[in-house]
């Protein structure tokens, strides 16, 4: 009987232990230098995401890699390859780009974020959600001009308004050379939503927003280290 017991015993413990095995098995990679070779130092939940902190031991930096139910990111994001040239003086980033940065800021802030939302008679660049749900109006509404485009974008977002009234609608510009032509038809194309709209600069405030987030993210993954370290509970 007691032998029995100890085995069972010892079954019941190797399913619990292969279940926090199976939890931190995931394909994680150093954003830095790409490496599996990685040390899990801490976990938390924050938000919607389960977040895990790991050092390289390759190149000894830290990160976060968040999981969540449809997304998965990393803070800092993975490096890319340079694919503009240095002399292309029309705009810094690219539109897919600033994509991702609008994601990771819309992700660390907590919300459900969608590319390429819409119905069969528009699609949006990105939006913001409170839950994880097709069926869910988006709260906020981002479209992202990086050529001649801007009449069709704000018609985008002046549909989104008529049919979800989101909280927030805004327009990211990657040169600043759009900005009048949006003001123009804001003012007499599309007066409904006027007040509405907000112009935003790709590189000084989106770029801007998405390295605080990060320097937070960081910031609190650093406070949790500390906690972790003495075991405290918060």
Wanted: net charge neutral; hydrophobic share 35%.
């Amino acid at each position: 009987m007691f032998i029995l017991h100890s085995v069972m015993y010892n079954m019941h413990d190797q399913i619990y232990i292969n279940k926090i095995l199976l939890k931190f098995i995931i394909m994680v990679k150093c954003p830095f230098c790409n490496s599996e070779d990685l040390t899990f130092i801490s976990s938390w939940k924050y938000s919607a995401f389960d977040v895990y902190r790991y050092k390289c031991n390759k190149c000894g930096n830290k990160f976060n890699y968040y999981k969540g139910k449809n997304t998965e990111f990393y803070i800092p994001k993975p490096k890319v390859q340079e694919t503009k040239k240095i002399e292309d003086k029309e705009f810094n980033y690219g539109h897919e780009e600033v994509k991702s940065w609008l994601q990771e800021i819309g992700e660390v802030l907590g919300y459900y974020t969608y590319p390429e939302f819409g119905d069969e008679q528009y699609r949006f660049d990105i939006v913001y959600k409170l839950f994880n749900s097709e069926k869910q109006p988006p709260v906020a509404v981002f479209e992202v001009v990086d050529s001649n485009t801007v009449d069709n974008s704000l018609s985008r977002l002046f549909y989104a308004y008529r049919t979800y009234r989101p909280k927030g609608l805004y327009l990211i510009v990657l040169d600043n050379k759009y900005q009048e032509r949006a003001k123009k038809l804001l003012e007499n194309t599309y007066p409904e939503i006027k007040d509405k709209v907000e112009i935003l600069d790709a590189n000084k405030e989106i770029n801007k927003s998405r390295k605080v987030n990060i320097f937070l993210a960081d910031l609190f993954s650093s406070f949790m280290d500390f906690y972790n370290c003495f075991n405290i509970n918060i």
